[in-house]
């Protein structure tokens, strides 16, 4: 398919997609991806495994060429720039891509020479991330000998040693335990207050990214909702209530008539609660027998992902 | 165009091939095994006249199986590349996609070099290159010897996807590339058939250069088969066009660069 370069690309977004589309035989694994994402943004791209989110990073940085639309990187067109579009971004893949028989400073040396940086260039840079990932005492040791979280580290490390001004993280937390994903996260702080850069997120662990300025759920290839996520929270509701029982019918036709319809989930049953005053004492009187547990508590973007994506719950709640 | 990122991919290269000394010592062991056991094994049944020079003849081709081998490893290593994600490193680096390949390229002539050099010393050590030696032509013949075969070993290694079919290339395609050649015999003396195979194995050229530079004085089927320039002709001309097509093969973005470089 021909694709026509970007109408009028404007400049101060650091990502503009319009109409990407990747399809694989059949497949189509992107579908009209429509993104406008301001320089400086911390942007998550959220969806379940095989929603599409590495197709989209591996357009954006021209390592997979879309079927169809266009997007623009930093200002330029990633099928008619790609060299100058590589030379903008930094890129942290969902695998990781270190070379294991070299340490942890050979590692990021040849990443910084491949990228024509004058060695102390890379020494200093290699300094301060070293620092700022908590990998100093490391820096001599083969990667091989290195800790999921620390290569997660170094990886990231790696990604932004030329000080790119758009930074893709595919799922960076994927595979580590959550004392290491904390890690990690601390550390993507921590580079974001030191580092200006527009960093694109993917992540299917939804909750974990609170942290981004702007969210787009992604789900076969599409967008399906978008905000920032307090106001997608806040949109959702106050509560989620959580009821486990063996008789969900029973518990459904109790609540639905108050709280709408619910998310059944194996032999727990969910509910938005839209009423902050709700009282969850008079509930636990109607409660019967059947009913093992109740839980109420705040929601997150893994709410708001499951109920955007199912049309039978996404009705009373429009985002 | 940049050399920093080249370097870097050499240096790697060259890093390993100190690291792996186990590969290291066999890649000098294998050849030195050929020419003591094989070569006076032939030698013996070539007759007195030949013994000795047979060795002789046979260090031209050696050298060539040396830097065989050498390129074949690196290119075996941008398959690890590819499968380890390395490959990714090099593809999102600002460098257009061909000067991937042809940085490789030249990562596994230098170590190809390197290494065939080291196995030279070690001949002349022992005395098999010895009298009316060319030097300018040694060098000559090892930098394009190691160009041919490095580009032989790219041209494999894009069509390769994991590091078990690598295996199945090494003896279909390093095999028969290094017996049928002038490597262990002269290239004239060859029945018909084979020697129009040897005729069409880039690598029979640079062995024949090799011998220019080492042995141009032994008696006449042991000497040279073809001219200087036939030889440089033919390694350089291959080296040109496995590239390219590795290019080609390599990514549809290295393709387009390649043909929007040609159109000018
Ligand atoms: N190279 C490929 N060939 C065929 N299908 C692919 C390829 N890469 C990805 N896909 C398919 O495209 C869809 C999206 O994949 P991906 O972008 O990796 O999702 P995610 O990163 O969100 O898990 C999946 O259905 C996947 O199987
Ligand atoms: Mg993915």
């Known amino acids: 398919m021909q694709v026509a370069p970007l109408p009028q690309s404007d400049v101060s977004l650091a990502i503009q997609t319009i109409d990407l589309s990747k399809a694989y035989g059949g497949l189509q694994a992107v579908d009209r991806l429509q993104l406008a994402i301001p320089a400086g943004q911390f942007f998550g791209l959220l969806g379940p495994n095989g929603s599409g989110k590495t197709t989209t990073i591996h357009m954006l940085t021209t390592l997979a060429r879309p079927t169809a639309g266009q997007a623009s990187v930093a200002g330029h067109d990633v099928l008619r720039e790609s060299v100058a579009v590589r030379r903008e971004v930094g890129l942290v893949f969902q695998e990781s891509a270190l070379d294991r028989t070299l340490t942890v400073d050979e590692n990021l040396r040849f990443a910084g020479m491949l990228r024509n940086l004058s060695r102390a260039t890379i020494r200093q840079r290699s300094d301060e991330l070293l620092e700022l990932f908590n990998l100093r005492e490391r820096r001599h040791a083969k990667v091989a000998t290195l800790s999921g979280g620390m290569r997660r580290a170094l990886d990231i490390a790696r990604g932004v040693l030329h000080r790119p001004r758009v930074l893709f993280l595919d799922e960076p937390t994927l595979g580590l335990d959550v004392p290491s994903r904390r890690g990690i996260w601390r550390f993507i702080e921590r580079l974001r207050r030191e580092e200006v850069m527009t960093v694109f997120l993917t992540t299917h662990y939804l909750e974990e990214a609170e942290a981004c300025d702007q969210v787009a759920f992604l789900t076969s290839g599409r967008i399906i909702g978008a905000g920032t996520p307090e106001s997608l929270v806040r949109r959702f509701g106050p509560y989620v209530l959580e009821i486990d029982g063996t008789d969900m019918d029973a518990v459904s036709g109790l609540l639905s008539p108050r709280l709408g319809p619910c998310l059944k989930e194996g032999a727990t049953a969910s509910f938005r609660v839209p009423d902050e005053q709700f009282s969850f004492a008079e509930l636990q009187a109607e409660l019967n027998d059947s009913v093992q547990a109740v839980r109420w508590r705040r929601p997150n973007l893994n709410d708001v992902f499951l109920w955007i994506n199912d049309p039978t719950l996404s009705a009373g709640f429009e985002i | ?264």
């Open chain 2, 1 to 264: 165009m940049t050399w920093r990122p080249v370097w870097a991919l050499i240096e790697r290269e060259l890093m390993r091939m100190v690291r792996q000394r186990g590969r290291l010592v066999s890649a000098l062991v294998r050849p030195l095994i050929w020419l003591l056991v094989i070569g006076a094994g032939f030698g013996t049944l070539l007759g007195d006249a030949a013994s000795g020079g047979y060795q002789r003849f046979l260090s031209p081709g050696l050298l060539g199986m040396v830097m065989l081998f050498a390129a074949m490893l690196v290119s075996l290593s941008v398959v690890y590349d590819k499968e380890f994600g390395i490959m990714r490193l090099l593809i999102i680096s600002p460098l257009p996609h061909y000067w991937v390949v042809i940085a490789k390229t030249v990562s596994g002539m230098v170590v190809a070099v390197v290494q065939a050099a080291a196995f030279a010393v070690l001949l002349a050590l022992m005395g098999y290159i010895g009298g009316a030696v060319s030097l300018p032509l040694l060098v000559l013949g090892l930098v394009a010897t190691a160009l041919a075969c490095a580009s032989l070993g790219m041209l494999i290694a894009v069509w390769s996807s994991t590091l078990d079919n690598f295996a199945v290339v090494m003896n279909f395609v390093i095999f028969p590339v290094f017996f049928l050649s002038g490597a262990l015999y002269p290239v004239q003396q060859l029945p018909d058939i084979l020697k129009i195979v040897a005729a069409i194995n880039p690598f029979t050229y640079g062995v024949d250069l090799l011998k220019h530079a080492l042995v141009s004085g032994l008696a006449p089927p042991l000497g040279p088969d073809f001219t200087i320039a036939i030889d440089i002709t033919v390694l350089l001309g291959f080296a040109v066009l496995a590239v390219f097509v590795a290019c080609l093969r390599f990514s549809h973005e290295s393709a387009a660069g390649l043909l929007d470089f040609l159109r000018g």
